[in-house]
């Protein structure tokens, strides 16, 4: 077998990995009307649920009417996971339907432990902040590092409320969380059309090489 024809396969094989890496969330992008993965909310006055309403097809939705004195953050998570060290990434989409002014807001973070099985005392990330409501916009978690200090992690999805009046609501959906060595490998994306041109190109090089060309 020729270099070039082992760099064709390795070219191949690569594109392959990275259509088949896995994702940890089940049912990351609703299609099934499915949110039992996502425990929660425990908070009085809200629920979740699976709507048809997506980008595209279904999402699961947080919504709120809490009233204070209670504490204004609404929040589902998915089950303690302790995974291999390294890198951890979590982002996903979000739908800010709410009733109220831009105080509220829907965020995707890590809630990690110190421990192995998510029962010390929980580690909070920073907030994303005050977002555009009506449009669905990129969320992405701060990556989360497994080691020695940190051993364990509930992804989370949280609505704030940030005004107790009228309805809250937050849309999630196209989630992604991507565990150390399963992370989305940068190539450029490549329909059938790009992909017919990489193998002319590497077949076309590989043909000069055999001719004696550079
Ligand atoms: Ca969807």
């Not at 701060?142 to 999805?157: A, D, G, K, M, V």
């Not at 309805?167 to 450029?188: A, K, T, W």
Request: glycine share 10%; net charge negative.
């Amino acid at each position: 077998m020729s270099k070039w024809t082992i760099c064709f396969a390795a070219a191949v094989a690569s594109m392959g990995t990275a259509a088949a890496q896995t994702n940890v969330i089940p049912n990351p992008n609703f299609d099934a009307a499915d949110v039992s993965w996502w425990q929660g909310p425990a908070q009085a006055s809200s629920s979740k649920s699976w709507d048809p309403f997506g980008n595209p097809g279904g999402s699961l939705f947080l919504e709120s009417t809490l009233l204070p004195p209670q504490l204004a953050v609404i929040e589902v998570s998915g089950p303690c996971i302790s995974g291999p060290p390294g890198e951890w990434i979590y982002r996903g989409q979000v739908f800010n339907a709410s009733e109220g002014p831009l105080l509220e807001e829907c965020a995707i973070f890590f809630v990690r432990y110190e421990d192995a099985t998510c029962s010390g005392p929980p580690i909070f990330d920073s907030s994303d902040g005050p977002q555009p409501q009506g449009v669905w916009i990129d969320r992405e978690a701060l990556p989360l590092e497994i080691n020695q200090f940190i051993h364990s992690f509930r992804p989370t999805l949280q609505m704030t409320r940030g005004n107790f009046k009228g309805v809250s609501r937050c849309y999630f959906d196209n989630l992604e969380l991507l565990s150390p060595g399963q992370q989305v490998v940068e190539v450029p994306a490549m329909g059938p059309v790009g992909m017919w041109v990489l193998i002319g190109v590497l077949l076309l090089t590989g043909i000069r090489k055999l001719y004696g060309g550079s």
